[in-house]
């Protein structure tokens, strides 16, 4: 059973700039307020979306040096929020999102791991996480199982 | 990202007097780090009690900061509020630091 807020739909621009990303992100949150959502919750939202928005800005527009647009649109449903993540930017290799096994803790101090923990994180919040290139775009879709 | 620092006998407490570690600032974080523990020979415990918010980026750099102070000195983590405590629950990072709810907690434990 949702909670009582109307359907809730938006959608969030920002450049592919890495300073933009917080700027997206805070726009992005400040619009889910309707859905009330619990500190949990909105923690988890805010965690996918900031990973999945880095990684884009890292990769998928490193080439274009930030120039081109990211767009989120944002819908929320019976089955929780579904996020579409879209940029212009160079295709995912192997056609498919990571499937994010997180590195290794099992190791000395000096060889622990800085990186590689995004797309485990992804994964480990999202319900479902779903990649599609669609003519020159990425297509990212999320769905979050939040404000149910 | 400003850090600022006081001592303890034998501890070093750095406090984070940001909301958030994250891409935007990850690396400023790690040579900020670097800056202040220089020339220190203590345990460094870092207080993120301002902290409401860190992504992967973020937990890459303070780990990157255990790593500079290894193996001489010990980074041990305080105050992490909720957000920053799901990202090291879920990576299973607070398995790899000392973790307190507190830096009073943290200085009662150093101590013992």
């Given at each position: 059973m949702t909670k009582g807020a109307p359907q809730l739909s938006f959608t969030v621009s920002l450049t592919g700039k890495e300073d933009a990303v917080r700027i997206g992100l805070a726009e992005a949150m400040a619009l889910l307020?309707?859905?009330?959502?619990?500190a949990d919750e909105a923690g988890t939202v805010e965690l996918v979306l900031a990973e999945a928005l880095n990684n884009i800005v890292e990769h998928a527009l490193a080439a274009t040096d930030g120039d081109t647009a990211i767009q989120i649109h944002a819908k929320h449903g019976p089955n929780g929020l579904q996020v579409a993540i879209i940029d212009e930017g160079v295709p995912m290799p192997l056609g498919k999102a990571p499937d994010g096994n997180a590195p290794t803790l099992d190791v000395e101090t000096l060889d622990m791991p800085e990186g590689g923990f995004g797309w485990f994180m992804i994964h480990s919040l999202a319900q479902q996480v779903q990649y599609q290139r669609v003519g020159e775009s990425n297509h990212l879709n999320l769905l979050l199982a939040v404000g149910l | 990202m400003e850090l600022t620092s006081s001592k303890e006998p034998q501890v070093q407490i750095v406090t984070v007097q940001e909301q958030r570690i994250d891409a935007s600032v990850a690396l400023s974080f790690k040579d900020r780090m670097r800056e202040i523990t220089e020339g220190e020979k203590d345990t460094v415990v870092l207080d993120?009690?301002?902290?409401?918010f860190i992504d992967s980026s973020g937990l890459g750099a303070i780990v990157a900061a255990m790593k500079i102070l290894s193996p001489e000195r010990k980074l041990i983590l305080a105050g992490l509020t909720p957000t920053v405590d799901k990202v090291f629950k879920l990576t299973r990072m607070d398995s790899v630091f000392g973790v307190f709810s507190t830096v009073e907690a943290a200085l009662k434990d150093l101590k013992g």
């Open positions: 307020a309707p859905l009330e959502l619990d | 993120l009690n301002h902290v409401q």
